[in-house]
């Protein structure tokens, strides 16, 4: 069994079942409001690693919706600042794990804490992609 730290946006669906195959798996799962954690530049850059920057955007988040954020056209810094203003648009969920960090449930360590026949096709994307269903607001 390994401790997971898991911010989420509370009341995200899709959120709730990440959460409950890395229980199913065995695991104790810690959850943390990722919109009130108090991050700070270099604590969030290392959700990240490797990953280019576009892929550290939530690509369900309002503003990247509308257009208002293009992640292709946006910088390490900048996305970070930005990220830092706005929570909403960081990729989520944020983990760690055996001592790693990853934004998103499609890398590792996740993928090494799942079961084997966990289908994550079902449980990347948003569970309300319409505009015109957004989640409700975290209390």
Not at 98 to 116: E, I, M, T
Request: proline share 10%; net charge negative.
């Amino acid at each position: 069994m390994t401790t997971i730290v898991f911010y989420e946006k509370p009341g995200c669906g899709t959120n709730a079942r990440q959460k409950l195959m890395l229980a199913r798996a065995g695991h104790e799962v810690v959850a943390r409001n990722l919109l009130t954690e108090p991050w700070t530049g270099e604590r969030l850059r290392a959700f990240f690693a490797e990953t280019p920057v576009w892929a550290w955007f939530n690509p369900a988040s309002p503003r990247v919706k509308s257009g208002e954020i293009e992640p292709e056209t946006i910088g390490a810094v900048a996305a970070i600042d930005l990220m830092l203003e706005d929570p909403l648009l960081i990729r989520r969920p944020l983990i760690e794990a055996d001592g790693q960090c990853c934004a998103g449930f499609d890398r590792q360590p996740v993928l090494s804490l799942l079961q084997r026949d966990d289908d994550l096709d079902d449980v990347q994307g948003c569970t309300r992609p319409e505009p015109s269903t957004p989640c409700p607001e975290p209390r």
